[in-house]
């Protein structure tokens, strides 16, 4: 067994482990890199940008759905969804060999293989042990475990993002991000879709009003959207399963020729053995102080999924993974602030939100100004036949502080930036209406939209 030392060895590939190792790497660190999937992380391999490239697919049948209501289009338009695979491909594809590539040119070691810890400051990758003076813990997250009978069926998101022809009759367990975008891909690509979600509200964290809207334009869709209905089982029949699900109504049974998971995440730490290494860690999360340091092990930071922190999202990844740049080679005690991160559902249309839900405001005691209407009638919307066009803005009063912003409708994603970028640079609602957007855009409702 060969033994190399390093003063950074960086477990993962993706977002935050690609920001520490080159920033680390930069300042004449030794590196270590090390990954069991190919090289490139969730993001760009098997979350975020192949299902935005499948999407891009899906918003023509949309344009064509709502234009066609009204008669301004004709025709016939479907997805041939293995074209739509090898458009994908085309961006998926080149990502692992790319980043080796670029690993080899920074000087970066490259390790294929699954990390686990077998010392204090020793990390185990097939028959090589590597020493590291620090380490990062960059390993993202994986879907947990469900309690559900016959789970050993569930296909995995990485799976229906992969696959070659689309299932007839697809059920997805989990009404959150995954649910909602994937149903909204395969339902306009000809699939039967259902989705099963536990809890009353689907997308728990995002505004109740607007996910109301999207349940809406989603059963239009044609996706039999089962709310407070919890899969219990999944039963082989012939070559399809029987999903049974418990619910207010009682049980309820569906037959499905695929069924995903789509009931969350969590940080992929299990095979890390971090006792090992005596990494402190509690109910499937590491212990760290604010500054993504373990509080057991001082050379090990993380960030990321893996963190367990409040938003596991791509551009969170990359902002805790620079504090902990700064934190490893500057020894500094940088935090994160969270202020002004959105989030957007990537479904059609797309719901968004930045800042604080109106529930969190007033369960913080906030004294704020408070704007919600469904706004179909707007421009923005009529123009492309969309029903569904809602908003919800939270200014607190006295210091005009933006609190929260919550959008559906025609190009929420880009304008909901708008309102991340106001509140992240402590503007309030009086800058935002001195600013002057160009016309037509979504971007110049947001005057209108302000308490
Ligand atoms: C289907 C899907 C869609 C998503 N869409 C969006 C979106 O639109 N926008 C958004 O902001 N976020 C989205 N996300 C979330 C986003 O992908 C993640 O927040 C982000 O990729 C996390 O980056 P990371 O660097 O923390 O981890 P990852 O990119 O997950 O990288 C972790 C890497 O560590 C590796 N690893 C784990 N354990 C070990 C080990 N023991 N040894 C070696 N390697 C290991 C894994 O193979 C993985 O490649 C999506 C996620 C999914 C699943
Ligand atoms: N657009 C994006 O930014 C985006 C897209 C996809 C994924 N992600 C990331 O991936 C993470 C995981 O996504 P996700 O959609 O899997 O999780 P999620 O946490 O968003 O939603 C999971 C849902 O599944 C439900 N559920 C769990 N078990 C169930 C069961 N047996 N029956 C019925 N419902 C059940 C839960 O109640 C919950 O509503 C997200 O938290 C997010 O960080 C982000």
Known sequence: MSQQSYDLVVIGSGTA????????????????????????????????????????????????????????????????WAALQRHKR????PVPGHREQAYAKQGIDAYHGRARFSGRNTITVGDRTLHAKHIAIAAGAEPVWLPIEGAEHLVLSDDFLN??????R????????????????AARAGAEVSIFNRGAQPLAGFDPDLVGLL??????????????????????????FEVE????????????????????????????????AGIAHDHGRLTLDKTFRSTSHPAVYAAGDASGGPLPLTPVAALEAHAVVDNLLHDKHV????????????TLPVLARVGLLEAEARAQGLRFKLSHANVPGWFTARRVNESC??????VEEGSDRILGAHLIGPEAAEVINLFGFAMRSGLGAAAIRRATFAYPTAASDIESMLP
């Open 17 to 80: 482990a690609n920001v520490i190792a080159f920033n680390c790497r930069k300042a004449g660190w030794s590196v270590a890199i090390i990954d069991h999937r190919p090289f490139g992380g969730t993001c760009a391999l098997r979350g975020c940008d192949p299902k935005k490239m499948l999407i891009a697919a899906t918003e023509v049948i949309d344009g064509f759905t709502r234009m066609g209501a009204i008669g301004t289009v004709q025709g016939e338009l479907h997805i041939d």
């Open 90 to 93: 085309s961006f998926t594809d």
């Open 163 to 168: 696959l070659e022809s689309l299932p007839r």
């Open 170 to 185: 697809i059920v997805l367990v989990g009404g959150g991000y995954i649910g909602f975008e994937f149903a909204h891909i």
């Open 215 to 240: 349940v809406e334009r989603t059963r239009a869709l044609g996706v039999a959207v089962h709310l407070g209905y919890e899969v219990k089982a999944l039963c082989k029949r012939g070559d399809g």
């Open 245 to 276: 699900a418990q619910g207010p109504d009682g049980r309820l049974v569906v037959d499905a020729d695929m069924v995903i998971h789509s009931g969350g995440r969590a940080p992929a730490l299990e095979a890390l053995d971090l006792d090992a």
């Open 335 to 346: 935090t994160v602030d969270y202020t002004g991160i959105p989030s957007a559902v990537f």
């Open 389 to 394: 066009y809602g908003y919800k803005v939270l």
